[in-house]
């Protein structure tokens, strides 16, 4: 069974304490691996899209990074804005899979 | 573009009553999936419907069910409702299945 795990559960940071969220997964085969951002009684928030180990991508403070067995949301000089669930999901390549996703992490950036 | 858009956002109803909740995916969308949100089991799938038809099912009772319109509207119905359905219901659309999915603002279901 496809499983993803993402640690820690929770952190607090201190503005411009940077820091990384891990997602490990276990799936046979990757069609592509997923991060959003969820704030408080909201949807998720698409932030990146990772297909292959190696692959990189940023947007602003954030930066996704894929290996054969886990990706890293790098946070760089975070701020309280920044405060949020980040959740990380997992496609399988076969047929038309659904995403599994991890149970989050949620951040918090205190000024 | 108009994102994900789902109604009503919050509902209230008592033990088994049914709901029905609706989802209007991205223009040209034609996939929606539907997920449950808890605090204790995070998101899990429901279902997806790509060109009116259910191409994949998560482990759920019957209870819940859902639909798609030939205008890729969709519908999830839940009947006999129980106290554990109370949750964050949301919806997402893409293009294809293999593609990123956008998330709607979901419906909050509270079971009294």
């Known amino acids: 069974e496809d499983q993803v795990t993402q640690s820690p559960e929770a952190l607090r940071l201190q503005e411009g304490e940077s820091s990384s969220l891990n997602c490990s997964y276990t799936v046979s085969g990757l069609r592509g691996l997923f991060w959003y951002r969820q704030d408080p009684g909201k949807g998720p928030e698409f932030l990146f899209t990772l297909y292959s180990a190696g692959e990189e991508k940023e947007k602003e403070r954030l930066k996704a990074t894929l290996t054969k067995k886990e990706s890293f949301l790098h946070i760089t000089a975070p701020k309280p804005e920044d405060s949020a669930t980040y959740l990380c999901?997992?496609?399988?390549?076969?047929?038309?899979?659904?995403?599994?996703f991890g149970k989050g992490t949620r951040l918090s950036v205190i000024a | 573009k108009a994102g994900v858009t789902q109604t009503p956002r919050y509902l209230i109803k008592t033990r088994g009553q049914q709901v029905t909740l609706s989802c209007s995916p991205i223009s040209g969308h034609r996939s929606v999936s539907w997920y449950q949100q808890t605090p204790g089991q995070g998101l899990q799938f429901l279902f997806e419907?790509?060109?009116?038809?259910?191409?994949n099912k998560g482990n759920f009772p019957g209870r819940f069910s859902g639909r798609q319109f030939s205008n890729s509207r969709s519908e999830m119905n839940v009947s006999t409702l129980e106290l554990g359905d109370s949750a964050l219901y949301l919806c997402?659309?893409?293009?294809?299945?293999?593609?990123?999915?956008?998330f709607g603002p979901g419906t909050r279901l509270l079971v009294l």
């Open positions: 999901a997992v496609q399988a390549p076969s047929g038309n899979t659904p995403l599994v």
């Open positions: 997402a659309s893409t293009m294809a299945s293999a593609e990123t999915q956008y």
């Open positions: 419907y790509f060109s009116e038809t259910q191409r």
